[in-house]
């Protein structure tokens, strides 16, 4: 009996010690695991954060509106410790005390990097300028963005995540080779999920439409709860919170940038966005570019006379007008005030003039209650037919505009193309 007993309790110390070895083991290649999935995750959150910062300074930025930015991301992602932008030579962080020293790797990094530093992990990613077309070449780097997540969080995850693998070890420990392919199982599936979600946030960034947004959030909230670990659940519901945030985010950025709520067309901000790629283009494939500047006439008197909501009805009424009857190549823009302006692409300036009466004749069959028709004049001018070389629209807009002058000088109710 006595060796019988000093027998089995051999093999359960022996059992004891290969089984805490193995827990050890499994822990330390699970923990390795949840590192290389966190650093994914810091590299595709800084991956978003970058596209929707270039797109909001894309249209205009400056010293403030930089740091407001870069402010705003450091408070959406709650683990961050600084947000970094260089941006044309110049360096800028947030909060200001963050030495910009420990961004300095980034800059010699030409591609998205995560790395492990004294002060946290630093995610990088270089920021290039957007092309119209890859034909047009390898886009150029003008600057890096990077953020400095706070090492505690990243060390609280590794540290639960043993501590939990560890308890769930001992307990499941009289069931040691069923527990520990039942938990590798888990783990499997968990991993698998994840990555399905990385896979969908690529398509949900290339998403164009709202429907297929909700379509894939949907499919992403549900791959979520299938996810059975707290601690990959939690990095699971940041990706799909942080990717519905920034989707929102931008579209709203898109919206208000380049879109004039009243009328539903196109504002300035979208003009100067691309007139250069317009002009490149109408260059490059030899196109007439025709550009119609339009001011409705004695509208000043409608707003006094009527009010200035009897003034936007008119407005809003002539840019559904101008949508419904010009081609979807074409641009149309709210100018500024009562003046439209409208780019016609592959169009001689005598075909648009043709356009615009139409345009006018259905406006003038409009109803506003006022005693009167509404009517507008427009002047238009052309690239190749009046200007043979250009090199800004400006040069289209100021020809189309000296002739609306005569337009209005002769009577109003005209469109002047020669």
């Not at 990077?146 to 540290?159: A, D, H, N, V």
């Not at 001011?295 to 006379?305: L, Q, R, Y």
């Not at 001689?348 to 356009?355: H, L, Q």
Request: charged letters at 30%; one cysteine or more; glycine letters at 4%.
């Amino acid at each position: 009996m006595g060796t019988l007993r000093n027998l089995l309790l051999t093999v359960i110390t022996i059992s004891v010690v290969v089984g805490c070895l193995i827990s050890l083991l499994f822990s330390y290649e699970l923990s390795k695991e949840t590192s290389s999935f966190y650093k994914k995750n810091c590299e595709h959150v800084t991956f978003l954060a970058a596209k929707n910062l270039q797109y909001a300074l894309g249209l205009y930025a400056n010293d403030a509106l930089i740091y407001q930015n870069l402010q705003n991301i450091a408070f959406r992602l709650k683990d961050a410790k600084a947000v970094y932008l260089e941006l044309e030579g110049k360096k800028y962080v947030y909060p200001e005390q963050e030495k910009i020293d420990t961004f300095k790797i980034c800059s010699k990094s030409n591609f998205p990097t995560v790395l492990e530093v004294p002060e946290g992990i630093l995610s990088c990613y270089p920021l290039r300028e957007e092309l119209v077309s890859q034909l047009l070449g390898k886009p150029k780097r003008i600057g890096t963005f990077s953020i400095l997540f706070k090492k505690g969080f990243y060390l609280k995850i590794k540290r639960e995540w043993l501590l939990k693998t560890l308890l769930a070890f001992f307990i499941l420990f009289a069931s040691l080779v069923g527990g520990y392919f039942y938990l590798y199982r888990v783990l499997q599936l968990d991993l698998f999920f994840l990555e399905k979600l990385i896979k969908e946030v690529k398509s949900f960034l290339q998403a164009s439409s709202e429907h297929e947004v909700e379509k894939l959030l949907k499919e992403m909230k549900k791959n979520t709860d299938k996810i059975f670990f707290k601690e990959f659940k939690s990095v699971a519901n940041l990706i799909l919170n942080m990717s519905k945030t920034l989707w929102e985010l931008s579209e709203k950025l898109k919206k208000e940038a380049v879109e004039d709520p009243l009328t539903g067309l196109f504002n300035r901000n979208y003009l100067k966005k691309f007139a250069k790629k317009i002009i490149s283009l109408a260059k490059r494939e030899n196109m007439y570019i025709s550009v119609a500047l339009l001011d409705i006439d004695d509208f000043k008197s409608i707003n006094d006379t009527f009010g200035h909501q009897k003034g936007d009805e008119v407005l809003k009424t002539l840019g559904e007008i101008i949508k419904n009857r010009i081609r979807s190549s074409d641009i149309p823009i709210r100018y500024g005030g009562e003046e439209f302006l409208i780019l016609f692409i592959n169009s001689k300036k005598k075909e648009s003039a043709i356009v615009l009466e139409d345009i006018k004749n259905k406006l003038s069959l409009v109803d506003f209650g006022i005693g009167k028709s509404v009517t507008f004049s427009a002047g238009v001018a052309s690239f190749p037919e009046d200007v043979k070389n250009f090199s800004s629209l400006n040069e289209l807009i100021e020809l189309a505009d000296e002739r609306l002058y005569v337009a209005k000088k002769t009577g109003k109710n005209r469109i002047v193309w020669e």
